[in-house]
T-cell receptor, first 110, second 114 residues
Framework: QQQVKQSPQSLIVQKGGISIINCAYE??????FPWYQQFPGKGPALLIA???DVSEKKEGRFTISFNKSAKQFSLHIMDSQPGDSATYFC?????????WGAGTKLIIKP | NAGVTQTPKFQVLKTGQSMTLQCAQD?????MYWYRQDPGMGLRLIYY???????DKGEVPNGYNVSRLNKREFSLRLESAAPSQTSVYFC?????????????FGQGTRLTVV
């Protein structure tokens, strides 16, 4: 009940396109769902996060869609840019425990 | 503005050796965390400290110990390193107790145990 499954493992998108990464969780007690962005040689940095009382959150080109009944959430990157090339991690948790997905390596082709 | 600083950045250990990974934050955060990152597995929580003076086990604590030296510093010790502990270790901090708030990460320590 503690797993967070993330897909795809890798993704190549043309510049200007939409990048979509999906995650599924099992534990219905989870109440915090962040997405982190990691560049090579750096630590992860928070990109955007959502709580289960809303179905969508948008910050600039980044949007989280959340489906509580399906226990799924996804990250959409609109107008993807080469600078968005990074590894993206979803996570889910509550209190002090955050369970992370395995990561998606995103490459934006110019 | 340093944020979260980890030392060392790289380390090679022989099996059975011990070492301490150091972490310091200058953001006056209450909570601090140690994670390990392995290929294809995301990050896993080793230990955390909700506030100065407290520490608790995370998902994968076996083989590790921690010390919250003061509000700024949180160290991770490997008493007898094993090849299975080869990983990238990240320290993180958050302003308030609980992971359901933004966590700020250091740049990581790449540890190889041979």
């Amino acid at each position: 009940q503690q797993q967070v499954k993330q897909s795809p493992q890798s993704l190549i998108v043309q510049k200007g396109g939409i990048s979509i990464i999906n995650c599924a969780y099992e534990n219905t007690a989870f109440d915090y769902f962040p997405w982190y962005q990691q560049f090579p040689g750096k630590g992860p940095a928070l990109l955007i996060a959502i709580r289960p009382d809303v179905s969508e959150k948008k910050e600039g080109r980044f949007t989280i869609s959340f489906n509580k009944s399906a226990k799924q959430f996804s990250l959409h990157i609109m107008d993807s840019q080469p600078g968005d090339s990074a590894t993206y991690f979803c996570a889910a948790g509550s209190n002090y425990q955050l369970i992370w997905g395995a990561g998606t390596k995103l490459i934006i082709k110019p | 503005n340093a944020g979260v600083t980890q030392t060392p950045k790289f380390q090679v250990l022989k099996t059975g050796q011990s070492m301490t990974l150091q972490c310091a934050q200058d953001m006056n955060h209450n909570s601090m965390y140690w994670y390990r990152q392995d290929p294809g597995m995301g990050l896993r929580l080793i230990y955390y400290s909700a506030s100065e003076g407290t520490t608790d086990k995370g998902e994968v604590p076996n083989g590790y110990n921690v010390s919250r030296l003061n509000k700024r510093e949180f160290s991770l010790r490997l008493e007898s390193a094993a090849p299975s502990q080869t990983s990238v270790y990240f320290c993180a901090s958050s302003p308030v107790a609980g992971i359901n708030t933004e966590a700020f990460f250091g740049q990581g320590t790449r540890l190889t145990v041979v």
